[in-house]
């Protein structure tokens, strides 16, 4: 890991993840950054803005040049691999813009609770009807990202969602069948999900459900895994 203040470039590495911190306690940061460590990743750690994640976001992505970008919130981790995993399906791939993964959950003392969140391979129909479908550890190509940026800074939350929606204009998401993010629920702060509302939600549909219609029309889809 390359650790890059804010506003600085580096291309140490082939990922620039930006790591967003509001409200989270010292030791979660830290806890964070400690995972990132091992991973080939130029890390930028950003100051939240509440209630303007999307704007956060948006402006965490300009940070660094490498070829791909991929964020971790302050209050989660990944697991060793995570993105050497997503750069192998990327680099041998070039049809795919993202890669996302399966999670482990943890409570607010990082101790394992339940069986986590297992995806399936991607389906165009289903990320445009599940709101954590395609979700945790998404590792995008920078070029596909970067003209949404403004668009970004007009959602104070479901910007994730969007975000992938609009670069499925771009190539499949690519579900790897493996628990690389460890994700920490607590209730520290108001969740970005609680946020959402049914303006919102339509507003983002109308956003993404064309390109998405179209690729599940199409038949365009993921593989099953084995297949």
Known sequence: MATTPPG?????????????????????IDACLQSLDPEPVNVHLCKGIAGRVGEARARAFEYGNADFVAFVDG?????PGCFSAALAVLDARPDVVSTYCDV???D???????NGYVKG??????????????????????????PYLEELCRWESLEEWVLMGLLARHGMHWHIPHKFYRFRQHGAYQRAGSMITAAMRQRGFD?????????HRRGVRQPDHGA
């Open 8 to 28: 600085m470039f580096s291309s140490d590495n082939r990922v620039d993840v930006h790591v967003l911190h509001c409200h989270e306690p010292v030791a979660w």
């Open 75 to 79: 209050d989660d981790a990944v697991e």
């Open 104 to 106: 482990r959950v943890l």
């Open 108 to 114: 607010v003392g990082g101790q394992e609770v339940g």
């Open 121 to 146: 391979p991607w389906r165009p129909w289903r990320q445009l009807w599940t709101l954590a479908e395609v979700h945790h550890c998404h590792v995008m190509r920078r070029e596909a990202v970067m």
């Open 207 to 215: 956003l993404c459900a064309a390109a998405l219609i179209d690729l």
